[in-house]
């Protein structure tokens, strides 16, 4: 058996984080309140004094791979069930038992001296290699719509992905633009799994040359306002919508990367070999766009918070324009935007972070953190794809990264890098030290 240390009690404050062994199993734990008073005197083994059970489980459902770290957690007969997002099988959190007959792994916690522990049975030497608390959900905006054209006009159940791409990049409403990508996601997830996937509708219809954008104050990049060190509110509502403007975009960016690419093939050695993307490629960047969505909605809900909105101050439309000198190669498109642009972000987002948190504003740092360990695992998505590329062309993923970022990124390649993160994602040094693109005297955008 291996019992792998958690860490620290009190530094749980989530509902569910997302556990990553030395071996590469994944699992989900769960932080959820005690649904009854106990009659024991003495607490469970994975209760604490102030009300909180432990559970933790397999990460992927066992009938179909679905997600459980963002199942629906429901009580029933005095049980914590968690419900598959992707199709509903149910599975008691503490046992693993579903009604549909099949069963889930669960794995006992343990609490003792303030610190939460993991025992894995039937394996030896395990440690803990990450865990991340699992993002919020997208934070939608429903006022009381006056009519219908309020609402966003979602397509039908024949639509082909790439047809609901264009649909999401010529969606000018912010707001109905969050909406149609999560919708999109959890429709392609869902039949993903079925007899019936999405069909890909590839090289059927064009994006646009630029996603559409409500009337807001356009300037160029560096003519944006300076925002300061965070000391005070004016200052973090720059910050905040400097950052939705770029999580807007974002947005577009994953949605395009699908649509604008749908007909590539690699460039085998033999002709013979050259392959067309898997499924898998689109469902990870859906999967990204969701995410940006959702960090967009955090962003537009913090400010409004703190008495401001989204549209209040002039917005940049730089990443796009890294987008547009990428538009006809998907290598350059993911070196420049996922492994420069975003890998950036992994850079200035602890900074940024810091800056909250002496400010005291607490709950951006809370949306902030949700950010950065999503962004990770997009500049992942990226490097992951790079790689493959890579691999069925018999090229160096490395040299195919710098080589683009020299021909197609405007500017060096600058530090201080957060080398930890970045590994996380896998690159590491070689992909960006010493590493200069195209002349270009501007602001570096971060973050994406």
């Known amino acids: 058996m291996s019992t792998i240390d958690l860490g620290p009690l009190a530094s749980f404050s ?14 989900v734990l769960f932080r959820l309140p005690k649904i009854e008073p106990s009659k024991s005197p003495s607490l469970a083994p994975n209760e604490t004094e102030d009300g ?22 429901d009580i029933e007969d005095s049980a914590y069930i968690a419900s598959c997002p992707w199709h509903a099988y149910d599975f008691n959190v503490e046992t693993g038992e579903s009604s549909y007959g099949i069963k889930a792994c669960t794995f006992p916690v343990i609490v003792s001296d ?47 992905l790439c047809e ?16 149609l990508t999560t919708r999109l996601f959890s429709i392609f997830a869902t039949r993903e799994q079925t007899s019936s996937p999405m069909e890909l509708g590839a090289g059927s219809v ?22 300061g060190r965070g000391g005070h509110l004016k200052s973090r509502i720059m ?4 950052l939705a403007n770029i999580e807007q975009w974002a ?16 460039m085998a050695p033999e002709q013979s070999l050259s392959r067309e993307l898997p499924r898998t490629f689109y469902y990870d960047w859906l999967k990204v766009a969701n995410d940006e969505a959702k960090h967009f909605s955090l962003l537009r809900a913090r400010l409004e918070e703190l008495g401001s909105h989204f549209g209040a101050l002039p917005v940049h439309h730089g990443l796009w324009d890294s987008a547009l000198m990428t538009a006809h190669d998907l290598r350059a498109r993911i070196s420049v935007i996922a492994l420069v642009h975003e890998a950036r972000g992994l850079d200035v987002n602890p900074i940024t972070i810091e800056k909250f948190r002496k400010a005291g504003d607490m709950d951006s740092v809370d949306t902030l953190d949700i950010i950065h360990n999503d962004e990770i695992t997009h500049v992942t998505t990226g490097h992951r794809w790079l790689s493959w590329i890579c691999e069925q062309e018999a090229t160096d993923p490395v040299e195919i990264f710098r080589s683009n970022v020299k021909k197609y990124f ?39």
């Open 14 to 27: 989530h509902s569910r984080y997302t556990v990553i062994l030395s071996n590469g199993k994944r699992l």
């Open 52 to 73: 909180w059970t432990y559970f933790a489980m397999e990460a992927e459902c066992p009938h179909a791979g679905g997600p459980m770290a963002d199942a629906h957690v």
């Open 114 to 160: 303030g610190k939460v522990t993991l025992q894995i049975m039937h394996e030896k030497s395990l440690s803990l290699s990450r865990m991340d608390p699992v993002s919020e959900k997208v934070k939608f905006k429903h006022a009381p719509r006056s009519s219908a054209s309020d609402a966003p006009v979602y397509l039908g159940d024949d639509a082909t």
């Open 164 to 179: 609901w791409c264009c649909h999401i990049l010529n969606t000018s409403n912010p707001e109905h633009k969050i909406e």
């Open 206 to 227: 064009a994006p646009p040359d630029k996603p559409r954008r409500d009337e807001q104050t356009k300037v160029a990049p560096g003519a944006m306002p300076r925002a």
């Open 239 to 242: 910050m905040l919508h400097n």
């Open 251 to 266: 947005i577009d960016l994953a949605i395009d990367i699908c649509v604008r690419f749908a007909t590539f093939q690699t």
């Open 410 to 448: 405007w500017g060096a390649v600058k530090g201080p890098f957060n080398a930890e993160a970045r590994l996380q994602a896998g690159m590491d040094a070689r992909y960006y030290e010493d590493l200069g693109g195209a002349d270009w005297k501007g602001e570096i955008i971060a973050g994406g």
